[in-house]
């Protein structure tokens, strides 16, 4: 009976030093990529900290996350891409769609999070939607799509407007495939559409004069990561050149820009912690469906309305979700 007593007194002490051993033992902590081609301030970080808050991960704590900025240049996005990948983290957040393409070219095994695609399929990024396959996964913002809600609301702010001008920045798709939408909506508006693309600083002087000799009546910029940095510059020249003006991301009418429409990019930022979530608890991302946003927001400037000498009309005016006074 001793024996017996004294073989279970062992047992209970080894598996209370077995189960401590393994308590004692530190667990992994995710190491999370952020990667934009932006600037640091202008990709809805805090938006992405708060949905993983909400899922229990608190940055410095029990995630760490490698931010990348790339300030609007191109080849910086790739060595920021690159030094994600050797630093082997668990998942890599896209905040545009020239840093899913570079991830996409980097790796082809940690998974990838995508919260700023205008259109998924069209830029080869993943197989359709509800199957994305292959390690890419996300949001889309379906921005292709909203270019002619751009125009619409442009003519409804200026209803006498023939003459539009679109100030893109480069794409996955061809420039053709991006305008589609856009010459729609002019088509049916009765509008005369002409475009350029920006990519650097000397495309948009070249871009500036252009605009200038084409007298044209309004502007629409959905120019991309550059156009972003740059957005002083443009809203400058739309103030000097009288120009009403539509932009594709908020920052440009915070900083003096007349109008804005676009997905929620914050909704789509703090969307985005739920795809980490999953993929580090064990599904594969092409397991997990692209999906589309469901908050849009129109920004407006009365006080470059007002300095344009243009009346909101009250139809637009009420739609918007901020007015700048």
Known sequence: MNKKILIFILAVVVLAFVYTAEAQQPKKVPRIGYQSASSSGENNEEAFRQGLRELGYVEGKNIVIEWRFAEGKPDRVRRNVAELVRLKVDVIVTGGAADTLAAKRATTTIPIVMTNEADAVGAGLVASLSRPGGNITGLTTLSNELRGKLLELLKETVPRLAQVFV???????????????????????????????????????????????????????????????????????????????????????????????????????????????????????????????????????????????????????????????
């Open 167 to 325: 100030l893109q920045g480069p794409s996955p798709r061809t420039v053709a495939g991006t305008m589609k939408e856009t010459e729609v909506a002019a088509r049916s508006l009765g509008v005369k559409l002409q475009s350029t693309m920006v990519k650097e600083p000397d495309d948009l002087n070249r871009a500036f004069q252009v605009i200038t000799e084409a007298r044209t009546e309004a502007l629409i910029v959905v120019a991309g990561p550059f156009a972003t940095a740059q957005r002083k510059r443009i809203v400058e020249f739309a103030a000097k050149s009288r120009l009403p003006a539509i932009y594709y991301r908020r920052e440009f009418v915070e900083d003096g820009g007349l109008m804005s429409y676009n997905a929620n990019r914050n909704d789509l930022a703090r969307r985005a912690a739920v795809f980490v979530d999953k993929i580090l608890n064990g599904t594969k991302p092409a397991d997990l469906p692209v999906e589309q946003p469901t908050k849009f927001e129109l920004l407006i400037n009365l006080k470059t309305a007002q300095a344009l000498g243009l009346t909101i009309p009250p139809v637009v005016l009420m739609r918007a979700d901020k007015v700048i006074k």
